[in-house]
């Protein structure tokens, strides 16, 4: 997962962590531990609403989700 493409994106849309853990329906310090961890325990559900909430196309859902190289 690519969080800092994911911070950038939230800075953009004007919100802050806080407001997308409540609209994702976590809490802030559940969703920085989860992005400081680079997003593994990050689940679809909530990616999915993260989504959703940043108003993301689904391009730039896969660069920030998917960044890593699959083998």
């Given at each position: 997962?690519?969080?800092n493409?994911?911070?950038?994106?939230?800075?953009?849309k004007?919100?802050?962590?806080?407001?997308?853990?409540?609209?994702?329906?976590?809490?802030?310090?559940?969703?920085?531990?989860?992005?400081?961890?680079?997003?593994?325990?990050?689940?679809?559900?909530?990616?999915?609403?993260?989504?959703?909430?940043?108003?993301?196309?689904?391009?730039?859902?896969?660069?920030?989700?998917?960044?890593?190289t699959?083998?």
């Amino acid at each position: 997962m690519n969080v800092n493409k994911l911070r950038a994106k939230i800075v953009e849309k004007g919100l802050s962590i806080e407001l997308v853990a409540k609209e994702i329906g976590i809490d802030r310090s559940s969703l920085y531990r989860k992005l400081n961890n680079a997003g593994e325990t990050l689940t679809i559900r909530e990616a999915n609403k993260i989504v959703e909430t940043l108003e993301i196309q689904a391009n730039e859902a896969v660069e920030i989700f998917f960044s890593d190289t699959v083998a």
